[in-house]
């Protein structure tokens, strides 16, 4: 590396086609950029701020093996700094290990996180454009007990608190957290008492909309929830009065499928659902139905089996006798490039192959 240049090699398999590839890079990592250090961080974040540069290299014909060196420009970039208030809306364990803001933009070159300092400030450098800024916050727990919490449980959140539009000098922008209310209950599942392994979502209906691939990292709202591993209780903070959707998810080793596997389901209905205040919400996963096999096998150019590569198959509302939820599960094949894995019955599966890569990587 030299000066504020660094030249690295990457590899990634897909299948013949257009592609367009979005690169992230970590300002403090990639030399194109110093990282904004608060003063006083919380421990959430250590060393404060963290900035990336996107960048969209589109349109990439890939129908052999191609070679396509990419230059990623380090944009132009701006203080952004100001105030949080209102931080006493966040549950006390989130109180305590602190807050994180996140900028992002679909237009912009640069993504930004912040932490909120103990004096409830921030400081972060973005390029002209506008942003959606939300905070995120959990609880969390030392498992190293080097002073810093780096587990979370129970909950985590990401919760848009507004906006800000950067020009080309310095901007002071203050956020307030808005009013949120704790959703409490249990999650059940009439096959299981284990929930180790289950999670809940209550999310915007955007972050399900895409916006996820086209950045860094999401920027719009969603609380998380582990329930309690034997009852099945959780809680989780929202935004008072925003409507989300509420799914929950368990483990499929528990329940006569395969292992990693997901089985997934809204859980209340279709309708998106607000709360006002602090509100009890018992919620119901769907039996599982009695699970079938499918199997087969992966082969390569000239029928060569493919050993090692992942298959992924997924069911989107086709499950028989669920039909609102959604089955996901990931094998690999074996030396023989077969495979085998329990689904439940239904229509419309969708599988996915992603093969082997030689040095590591992914395949898609």
Known sequence: MSGTSLVTTYSVTVPAGVWDVRLCN???DTG??????QSTPSALLPGGGLEYVSHLEPGISVFQNVTKDVTVQAPNTVKVSGSVSNLTELPPA??????????????????SVATVSDANTYETHL????????????EGVDTDLDGTPDTYTSATSLLEIGSVTVGNSAVTKNFSVPNLITL??????????????ASMIAADP?????????????QVGASFALPNASTGAYSMPLIANQSYDLFGSVDTGQLGGPEPGQFSAPLIGTNRKSFGADSQLNVNIPAFPAPVTLSGKVTG??????????VTVTNIGNVTGAPSATFSATVETNAQGQYSVKVPPGSS???????????GGFGF
């Open 26 to 28: 970590l300002k403090a």
């Open 32 to 37: 194109l950029g110093s990282s904004v250090v």
């Open 94 to 111: 989130a109180q305590a290990i602190g807050a994180v803001l996140v900028f992002g933009a679909d237009s912009s070159k640069t993504q």
């Open 127 to 138: 390029a002209p454009g506008t942003y959606s800024v939300s905070m995120f916050f959990g």
């Open 184 to 197: 409490t209950g249990t999650l059940q599942q009439p096959q299981t008492n284990d929930y180790s392994k």
């Open 206 to 218: 955007r972050f399900f909309e895409g916006s996820a691939v086209r950045q860094c990292f999401p």
């Open 301 to 310: 150019p000239g029928g060569v089996p493919l050993s090692g590569a992942s």
């Open 349 to 359: 599966y969708t599988i996915e192959f992603r093969p082997p890569v030689e040095g």
